[in-house]
């Protein structure tokens, strides 16, 4: 394998765990600490990536069309979709969680789906490599608040239950957006960050020592 430059991990016949993080001769095959497989660089992650990417795309267009709740009240029932849900909350001038609807449902699997693919298209074409480890590391945080919107959904129907004055039923958006939000997360951990710095160093514009922290 000495597709690597020289001063790499890799060129070394090093690898990181994927899981723990323990770098170490990958001719092991598997992890001395804890067993997962070892790979220099994940096998066809990009193709993996897109793929995951464009069906959560997919998927993001019935989370928004179809209702994802059913509010049932005196006046009978009324679906609503996540962007209608937001402008009900707003009306019962319920604005925090107006607001964490909108951004975590509407606002942050786009900035996600976007993000991931512009990771994949950083591995690909010559890049700041500092730059996109900074949108890899944001798309790993905003990750684990994009269930935030199925967690609403899941209180406000174990919550509003008020017989025949108000309840809350969850519709089939809930899971497309589910889908959306666990397709997103695979595709961002199928991400191999070290491609990226493979194309600065193939590009020859990142110093040593930027390497030698990814392996
Ligand atoms: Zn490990």
Not at 45 to 65: D, M
Not at 139 to 157: C, H, K, N, P, Y
Request: glycine content about 6%.
């Amino acid at each position: 394998m000495n597709a690597f430059p020289s001063h790499t991990a890799a060129a070394r016949g090093l690898a990181t765990c994927a899981v723990c993080g323990k770098v170490q001769d990958h001719r092991v095959g598997h992890c001395q600490r804890c067993h997962a497989k070892l790979h220099l660089r994940t096998p066809r992650s990009i193709q993996r990536t897109l793929a995951l990417t464009f069906a959560a795309t997919v998927l993001y267009i019935p989370a928004n069309v179809l209702p994802i709740m059913t509010v049932g009240g005196l006046g009978g029932e009324e679906p609503s979709t996540i962007f209608s849900g937001v402008v009900l909350f707003w009306q019962m001038h319920a604005y925090p969680v107006a607001i964490i609807i909108f951004t975590a449902s509407v606002v942050i699997p786009i900035l996600k789906i976007m993000a991931i693919l512009r990771l994949c298209w950083a591995a690909t074409r010559p890049c700041n490599p500092r730059a996109a480890t900074r949108i890899y590391r944001l798309t790993e945080i905003v990750g684990r608040w994009s269930m935030i919107d199925v967690f609403v959904v899941a209180i406000l129907v174990a919550v509003v239950q008020l017989g025949s004055l108000m309840t809350i039923r969850p519709g089939p958006a809930a899971v497309a957006f589910g889908g959306v939000v666990v397709l997103t997360m695979i595709a961002a951990m199928s991400f191999d960050p070290r491609l990226i710095w493979d194309r600065a160093h193939v590009t020859q514009s990142t110093p040593n020592s930027d390497a030698d922290s990814y392996s």
